[in-house]
């Protein structure tokens, strides 16, 4: 996690800088919860358990009452411990310890989206984003880690709904998940790819 705020500061100013770019009334933030599930290589190699502690952030642009452009940000911790078992070391040693692994994951993106309908109780929405995933993983071998930082790129599909609030206002509850492609290609996994379950509100900036 210390690794990562090096990062979350320069991404914060990114979005602030966008804002005040374009601030007017067609702008509009989202501020919502994510549960990280690890999926493929993510899983099977490093960690299999959900992460619950995790956040998404928008600020995007109405192009229209249906298209919006804009930049995002996210966040999920993952961590998982395995029983002691003995691990090979090479050269004929072995040790006895319990293997730890924690991975911080933060990705910013620029993003698309569109909702299907102008009109209506419920809204579905879908969307695409790209951009930088900010890696921190972190190995723990009983007392001694490795830790390794990277910066690699990640897609994103989204799909959900939103909620509106009020018939004169922008303002949404919004319930989707995202699928997100992330590329590793380190410690012999080519990927830490992941599930994202969301659920926040949007919001227009007045």
Known sequence: MKSLSKYMLPAILIIATSYSATAQNAVEIGIGYN????????????????????FAASLDYAFTSQWRAGISIGFND???????QVYNEGGGSAVSAVLSNSIQLLPVMAHVNYTLFDKGLVRPYAGLGAGANFI???????????????????????????????????????????????????????????????AGIRFPLH
């Not at 549960?35 to 995790?54: E, H, T």
């Not at 961590?79 to 002691?84: A, E, G």
């Open 78 to 84: 993952y961590y998982q411990k395995y029983p002691r």
């Open 136 to 198: 921190h993983f972190d190995q723990y071998l009983g007392e001694f880690d490795n830790p390794v930082s990277k910066v690699k790129f990640i897609v994103q599909g989204e799909a959900g709904v939103f909620i509106p609030l009020s018939s004169y206002s922008s303002t949404a509850i919004k319930i989707g998940a995202a699928y997100n492609f992330s590329p590793f290609n380190e410690f012999g996994t080519p990927n830490l790819n992941s599930w994202g379950l969301q």
């Open 35 to 54: 549960v990280g599930l690890p999926a493929s290589s993510f899983k099977n190699d490093y960690i299999s358990k959900p992460s619950f502690r995790g």
